[in-house]
């Protein structure tokens, strides 16, 4: 049997965290860790929890989301542990702490208010690798990178991919699934796996989302 997917929450509404706490446990796929009122003991909650997904807020007191992400994966670096998947929740639709959460390693955002099913959607896609973004954002996510890009011309470190490599960068960074580059390159999702993995490690980026903000910072797209 599968084991379930290990979830925490860091967030400093205590309601919030009850609903959160009542909704994932009722799922038998997954397993409520624990959970933290700032971003302070969110991090050390990673530290004794291990969970697979956070879900991390942005504004908290003490420590902010953006911080407790970024030490969380450092520490994870540091140890050559497996990071966990850090899903940020926000109020907003698209703000400047959003973006930034984004930039610091978290794997998408949500707003507080979105649907139950896909909040618990949201944990399996990232586990199983793949990014998640508030659907009503994602275009002004996308605009917002656009706007901030630079001048152009590909980056140094592009150069290291091989052609194969940059076809499925094109079409990871426009938001393809693996089965759906597998389709479009006539190749497995095995095959397809292997070139994301060796494309983030010479790009020296986190995961998907990364990849995907990367190529809209460096208009690669």
């Given at each position: 049997?599968?084991?379930?997917?290990r979830v925490a929450l860091v967030d400093d509404q205590a309601l919030f965290r009850t609903g959160i706490r009542m909704l994932v446990s009722s799922q038998p796929d997954l397993e409520y860790v624990g959970e933290a009122g700032?971003?302070?003991?969110?991090?050390?909650?990673?530290?004794?929890?291990?969970?697979?997904?956070?879900?991390?807020?942005?504004?908290?007191?003490?420590?902010?989301?953006?911080?407790?992400?970024?030490?969380?994966?450092?520490?994870?670096?540091?140890?050559?542990?497996?990071?966990?998947?850090?899903?940020?929740?926000?109020?907003?639709?698209?703000?400047?702490?959003?973006?930034?959460?984004?930039?610091?390693?978290?794997?998408?955002?949500?707003?507080?208010?979105?649907?139950?099913?896909?909040?618990?959607?949201?944990?399996?896609?990232?586990?199983?690798?793949?990014?998640?973004?508030?659907?009503?954002?994602?275009?002004?996510?996308?605009?917002?990178?656009?706007?901030?890009?630079?001048?152009?011309?590909?980056?140094?470190?592009?150069?290291?991919?091989?052609?194969?490599?940059?076809?499925?960068?094109?079409?990871?960074g426009r938001g393809l699934s693996n089965s759906e580059i597998a389709r479009s390159e006539f190749v497995s999702e095995a095959t397809v796996k292997t070139h994301i993995s060796r494309i983030l490690a010479k790009l020296g980026?986190?995961?998907?989302?990364?990849?995907?903000?990367?190529?809209?910072?460096?208009?690669?797209?």
């Amino acid at each position: 049997m599968t084991e379930p997917i290990r979830v925490a929450l860091v967030d400093d509404q205590a309601l919030f965290r009850t609903g959160i706490r009542m909704l994932v446990s009722s799922q038998p796929d997954l397993e409520y860790v624990g959970e933290a009122g700032d971003g302070r003991e969110g991090v050390a909650l990673v530290e004794s929890a291990r969970p697979d997904v956070v879900l991390m807020d942005i504004r908290m007191p003490v420590m902010d989301g953006i911080e407790s992400t970024e030490r969380i994966l450092a520490a994870a670096d540091a140890a050559r542990r497996p990071a966990p998947k850090v899903v940020v929740l926000t109020t907003f639709d698209l703000d400047e702490a959003a973006t930034r959460a984004i930039r610091a390693g978290a794997s998408g955002f949500l707003l507080k208010d979105s649907d139950p099913e896909f909040l618990l959607a949201a944990i399996r896609t990232v586990h199983a690798g793949t990014a998640v973004i508030a659907p009503s954002a994602t275009r002004e996510l996308f605009e917002h990178f656009d706007s901030r890009a630079g001048n152009g011309g590909e980056p140094p470190e592009f150069a290291a991919l091989t052609s194969r490599e940059r076809d499925i960068f094109l079409l990871a960074g426009r938001g393809l699934s693996n089965s759906e580059i597998a389709r479009s390159e006539f190749v497995s999702e095995a095959t397809v796996k292997t070139h994301i993995s060796r494309i983030l490690a010479k790009l020296g980026l986190r995961d998907r989302v990364q990849l995907v903000v990367y190529a809209f910072e460096n208009r690669l797209v």
